[in-house]
């Protein structure tokens, strides 16, 4: 006798090598119509996590291998200590930013290139678009994101930073089709040193992808340190069922994944926030 209830997968951390920080949860100076993020529409949110909680989850985490931390939001560049947090997180190991790109002004990325010289670690850069067509990519962005976005990672080209661009496959265009036009778009600008990283829009969990849990999700190499917790990964951030703790000295290395947001991870079956 078969059975419709589906029992959702449940993915243990290996090992932790990737620690996101989320510098805000709601603070944005951007309004993305497909953000995974639930923005207030009228009033600017001061959430941002203090230095102390910082240093404690450096503290607790100096015997993990960590390959990268991860600088999130909201919009991490709008944290009134930034440039404090990066130069902290970077004596520990490299540094992913995880911007919208909008205060990546030349004079923002000459600053950056200075501060990575100042030590051994590396800075990286993330970014988004959902399409190659700038129009099609504003309609669910914002207006002038696109070129925004492709100015960022040219300049950061020119200063010798290596980036990654995700796209949100919203529009559900063939990967080659992104491909093609993405290598096009990156040789008439030339650009270099920025990977493609193409993900897929958020399905709901059904029979095919809970038949067996993915090989990678960002769930099983990182965690996300908030304001009010430690969560498995940063879509699940400040959600009660990704919780797994108060600190990184006593959290719980198990999820079940049971949110639609895992299903996208269980359907890409690769890393979304990390880098690689």
């Not at 951007?30 to 949110?45: A, D, G, H, M, T």
């Not at 080209?157 to 778009?185: D, G, M, P, R, T």
């Not at 990156?186 to 038949?211: A, H, R």
């Not at 000295?249 to 359907?267: H, L, M, W």
């Amino acid at each position: 006798m078969s059975s419709n209830i589906f029992a959702a997968p449940v993915y243990k951390l290996e090992e932790l090598n990737n620690l996101f920080i989320e510098l805000t949860a709601q603070n944005c100076n951007q309004r993305c119509k497909e953000c995974y993020i639930k923005f207030p529409l009228n009033k600017s949110v001061k959430d941002f996590i203090s230095m102390d909680k910082i240093k404690e989850a450096l503290n607790d985490t100096v015997k993990e291998n960590l390959y990268c931390i991860y600088l999130t939001g909201g919009e991490p560049m709008t944290h009134p200590d930034f440039n404090t947090i990066l130069r902290l997180t970077l004596k520990r190991c490299n540094v992913c930013i995880c911007t919208n790109g909008s205060f990546l002004n030349e004079k923002k990325i000459r600053f950056l290139k200075r501060v990575e010289e100042e030590g051994e670690n590396q800075i990286f850069f993330k970014l988004s678009l959902t399409h190659f067509d700038e129009h099609e990519n504003d309609k669910s962005k914002y207006r002038g994101n696109f070129r925004q976005t492709i100015f960022a990672l040219k300049t950061l080209c020119n200063y010798n930073f290596n980036s990654v661009l995700n796209i949100q496959n919203s529009y559900n265009l063939e990967k080659a089709e992104i491909i093609n036009n993405f290598s096009q778009i990156f040789k008439d600008q030339n650009i270099t040193q920025t990977d493609l990283q193409i993900t897929e829009c958020y399905p709901n969990f059904d029979e095919e992808n809970l038949s067996k849990p993915s090989a990678k999700t960002d769930c099983m190499r990182g965690r996300i340190v908030c304001n009010n917790g430690i969560y498995a990964c940063p879509f699940l951030a400040n959600d009660y069922r990704g919780r797994v703790g108060s600190t990184l000295k006593d959290y719980s290395k198990i999820i079940t994944a049971e949110t639609d947001f895992c299903a996208t991870c269980s359907k890409n079956n690769n890393y979304i926030f990390t880098i690689s």
